[in-house]
């Protein structure tokens, strides 16, 4: 079997299956629990997590905070488009990578007016049709931000934004600005459940991963091994380094929360250690990869072909993943950002 084709990661799924709406309590959604060892499956409620962790182990979160990073502009020529904003330009003040759409008619030079107190001028384009684009105004910029930018909630999801996404597209540890989509699996935690983990005596890492393009772009290369990440900026403190390094030499659990926690930690490995400090990571994980820090992984269920689902099987193993993706099917789990969750241990 190739691992690396991009096809075996395909899967079906039907239209019904992929959530529009978040759950009406967030740890109430629905919990695979995929057991490596014994390549058992089991049904759960996310509340029955603390169940499966054990005093000293580490739950990995990342803190990183979704900012409304979706803008509409106009053109000199009154022509609508659309910005989403991905990440600063390091040492060029107020200077962003965007994605624009349309992008075809966009110039170099061309002004943007978002509104009376906001605007921008694109500056170059830059290749994965991305644009760097520097914003005038009046004020400061983050308010401004959150005054007229919305919510970038995921294309799959077909409505338009409702109040309600403001808190539930973003979990209740979020305080790090910077993410232009949610670390999903951490929408399943509220601060009871936190407080029940943290009773048991289980310890918690802050990391962060301010996820962008190299999260949500999708694999267009038949050979999944030629595939490009997008850089992302993340970052581990010494004090969260010093957990999950205690955690690796007593034998207690590192479990990771989300795909983008695992990319932070694998991207700060030294051997079966982490480094604490920053940088921008471009690792891709997939079958064939070592990941070498965690031992317990919780996820959602991914779009097929993604680098999401390609790092799970990393993790899991491609036929378990597949099986397990499957049964979720069968049982009729929610699907993708707003959807149930996953357990592997």
């Known amino acids: 079997m190739d691992l690396f084709s991009r096809k075996l990661y395909y899967y079906h799924l039907p239209k019904e299956l992929i959530a529009q709406f978040p759950n009406k309590g967030r740890s109430s959604s629905r919990l695979m629990v995929v057991n490596r060892k014994n390549q058992s499956i089991e049904h759960q409620k996310f509340f029955h997590l603390p169940e499966y962790l054990e005093k000293d182990d580490v739950l990995v979160i990342n803190t990183s905070k979704v900012i409304p990073a979706r803008l509409f502009a106009c053109k000199i020529t009154g022509a609508r488009i659309e910005m989403l904003l ?23 030079g061309e002004h943007l007016v978002i509104n009376n107190s906001l605007s921008a001028v694109v ?42 996404d403001k808190d539930a597209y973003q979990t209740v540890y979020a305080d790090s600005i910077g993410s232009v989509a949610a670390p999903t699996a951490g929408l399943h935690f509220d601060v009871e459940l936190l407080d029940r983990i943290r009773d048991k005596g289980v310890k918690i890492a802050n990391v962060v991963l301010h996820v962008g393009l190299g999260t949500f772009r999708s694999v267009q290369t038949e050979d ?7 850089a992302e900026y993340c970052e581990i403190s010494s004090e969260s380094a010093t957990l999950i390094n205690q955690a690796k030499e007593n034998g207690k659990k590192v479990v990771a929360v989300g795909t983008t926690s695992t ?3 694998e991207s700060f490995a030294d051997a079966k250690q982490v480094q604490s400090g920053h940088k921008w990571s471009d690792i891709f994980l997939y079958p064939g990869k070592e990941i070498k820090i965690i031992d317990s992984l919780i996820t959602n269920f991914h779009i097929p072909e993604s680098t999401l689902l390609m790092l799970v099987s990393a993790f899991t193993s491609y036929e378990l993943t597949m099986k397990a993706y499957q049964l979720a099917i ?13 357990l592997i241990l």
């Open 123 to 164: 500056l170059s384009r830059e290749p994965n049709n991305l644009w760097v684009v520097n914003f005038q105004y009046d004020g400061d910029f983050i308010p401004l931000l959150y005054q007229y930018g919305q919510i970038p909630l995921p294309k799959y999801i077909k409505r338009g934004q409702h109040e309600e």
């Open 224 to 230: 999944i091994r030629e595939h490009q990440m997008h």
């Open 330 to 342: 069968q049982e009729k789990y929610r699907f993708f950002s707003y959807g149930d969750a996953m």
């Open 263 to 265: 990319r932070t930690l």
């Open 86 to 108: 991905l990440n600063p330009c390091s040492g060029q003040k107020d200077t962003w990578r965007c994605l624009i759409k349309p992008s075809n008619r966009i110039h170099d």
